[in-house]
């Protein structure tokens, strides 16, 4: 089966930098993504990653370590509108492919 | 920008009744898939559909559930007999290839009466 671990909540200050951690297990990985979600709206993407390493985009970065199981996704810069829920998803090949979502972090961040 | 597209926006049932959701995905795509977000919970996958057929479904997709690609455009999910349970926002998702990201619909909010 697969696993996915991710805080409930954070809390930041607007301009400060924020680090939402994700574990993960599974058999078959092929690929970690990183959505953003407000509420009542769809998840939108961030970032993917695949290989070990960072990757940059804008003011958002995304880690990944997959011999141990782990990925980050950092926020700098924080604004007002970063509020929201942060989803770590894993996708497995398992015969077919399948995206499996965490439960997500919810950041509240404030003046 | 191209997106997908999901109608109804909102669709309210009465238990026990059958609902049809449908979601054009983006044109050049050729993974589509069906979550599901229970109010307050995390985003749940139901089906992925590749060269007109499943190529994977989670246990939650069981035979209460159903897709069909009728056309070129249009993906449907159809859910028999309603349930209290199935309320929930439903999101299509489609993708142009395998290593590429998801694109969301902005859902479906099911309610069942």
């Known amino acids: 089966g697969q696993n996915i671990d991710q805080p409930t909540e954070m809390t930041a200050t607007e301009g400060a930098i924020v680090q939402i951690n994700c574990t993960y297990q599974t058999s078959g990985f092929n690929g970690l993504f990183w959505y953003q979600q407000h509420a009542g709206e769809a998840p939108t993407f961030l970032s993917y990653n695949v290989l070990d390493g960072l990757e940059e985009k804008g003011r958002f970065s995304s880690f990944l370590s997959r011999s141990k199981g782990y990925s980050y996704l950092l926020l700098k810069e924080l604004q007002m509108k970063d509020s929201a829920s942060y989803l770590c998803a894993v996708r497995a090949h398992t015969g077919g492919f399948k995206t499996i979502f965490g439960a997500g972090t919810r950041l509240f961040v404030k003046a | 920008e191209p997106e997908v597209t999901q109608t109804p926006s909102h669709q309210v049932t009465q238990m026990g009744q059958e609902v049809i959701l449908h979601c054009v995905p983006i044109s050049n795509h050729l993974y589509f898939y069906w979550y599901r977000q229970i109010l307050g919970q995390k985003v749940e996958f139901l089906v992925s559909f590749y060269n007109n057929e499943i190529s994977e479904k989670s246990e939650i997709f069981d035979d209460q559930f159903s897709v069909e690609r009728p056309d070129g455009s249009n993906f449907t999910l159809k859910i028999r007999s309603t349930k209290l349970e199935d309320s929930a926002m439903y999101f299509c998702?489609?993708?142009?290839?395998?290593?590429?990201?998801?694109?969301f619909g902005q859902g479906t909010r099911l309610t069942v009466v």
């Open positions: 998702a489609s993708r142009e290839r395998t290593n590429t990201e998801a694109f």
